[in-house]
């Protein structure tokens, strides 16, 4: 088998970048499995989770944001979970080589941003899926291969457990690096999840049956009931909540909904430059962040490319009202850009998620 050394693998890595074009159309893994695969409307494994907290997600973004700026900087580890992870990986033999790598499927349609990229002893290349929870290990371990009890398989006929679903996104990650680094796939490229507990993180190795391009297949796609972070479904037999009545405290309510119908201006998003720059684009040469500008232009090496604005969570997550602001915006943004730069060809129309250290495509170019 051939051998990658971290330095060879992090070259390539940085020597191609992914186009705005490229990921036009794209579907993200996560929601693939969420909508596709699970397709029930909740997109998550029904199965008891004892002393679990409801901030999982945001430990999460916590965590990723730090391993990330400690791979890309060499910053220190500031978050516990993330020590606990990196010590786990290093315990199992692996060096950690890049962190939140883009990689596509263009056959597929699908796209993720690999958690970590890292070699083992031998040489072979791994995809890392990091998967934080505030359960205890021993309440993970009893819930983590649990099946589902609302929806028993997935659509590709595997188990739907919570186990299954992570190993299904480290499996893609595999396989879209091998499509979109073809450089580092001298040898097949393996998958892991590395899952912190409030005790310690453990590793999973995903079995090889996962990589195959089959268990991907696309199908029709099933909305999401709940958004993340709202309340969960009434439970039947459950206590009943009141209809508040017509007027009745609708004026902060109102408020606050018209206000995340509007996008927020640039400079309120800490961070949006640096998700940029992780792939090669940056604002527009002389342009500020001034307090109420929206979008800029993005160039690559100087070139203009595209238009973006920052959205608070990916557009699927997000209030309808808010996306059709946003879309609306960086088309005039767009039409504005082709005429200052005639030559330049269709701009890329993107949005910056900040907290998922994410830069996707919001419609086609323009």
């Known amino acids: 088998m051939s051998v990658c050394a971290p330095r060879e693998v992090i070259a390539v890595i940085k020597a191609r970048v992914a186009t705005p074009g490229e990921m036009a159309g794209a579907k993200g893994v996560t929601t693939f499995i969420k909508t596709e695969l699970i397709a029930d409307g909740y997109g998550r494994a029904n199965v008891p989770r004892p002393g679990g907290c409801r901030n999982g997600i945001k430990v999460g973004q916590r965590v990723d944001n730090d ?4 791979v890309q900087t060499r910053r220190p580890l500031q978050e516990l979970q993330s020590r606990k992870i990196m010590m786990a990986l290093r315990a199992a033999g692996f060096t950690v080589c890049a962190a939140q790598v883009r990689a596509i499927d263009q056959e597929l349609h699908l796209t993720t941003l690999v958690d970590l990229v890292a070699t083992d002893r031998h040489g072979a290349v791994w995809a890392v899926e990091v998967k934080n929870t505030t359960l205890t290990e021993h309440s993970h371990l009893q819930s983590y291969k649990q099946q589902c009890r609302r929806t028993p398989t997935l ?21 879209a690096l091998a499509k979109t680094y073809p450089e580092l796939a001298v040898a097949p490229i393996r998958s892991l999840v590395v899952v912190g507990t409030r005790g310690r993180a453990l590793v999973y190795r995903v079995p090889a049956s996962y990589h195959d391009a089959s268990l991907f297949s696309r199908g029709p796609a099933v909305p999401l009931r709940v958004a993340a972070g709202s309340a969960p479904a009434p439970v039947p037999g459950g206590t009943k909540h009141r209809r508040r009545p017509a007027g009745a405290g609708a004026g902060a309510g109102a408020t606050r909904r018209k206000a995340r119908a509007k996008v927020q201006p640039w400079a309120q998003f800490k961070g949006a430059d640096e998700v940029l720059a992780a792939i090669s684009l940056s604002r527009e040469k002389g342009t500020r962040a001034k307090p109420g500008k929206i979008s800029h232009v993005v160039c690559r090496h100087g070139a203009p490319v595209g238009v973006a604005l920052c959205l608070p969570q990916r557009a699927e997550k997000c209030d309808s009202k808010l996306v059709a602001h946003a879309l609306a915006t960086l088309t005039v943004a767009a039409r504005a850009a082709r005429a200052r730069y005639p030559s330049a060809g269709p701009m890329a129309r993107l949005a910056v998620i900040v907290r998922s250290n994410a830069v996707v495509p919001l419609g086609r170019p323009v």
């Open 155 to 175: 659509r590709n006929a595997l188990m739907h457990s919570e186990c299954n679903v992570h190993m299904l996104q480290a499996a893609f990650g595999a396989l």
């Open 67 to 70: 391993i990330r700026l400690h």
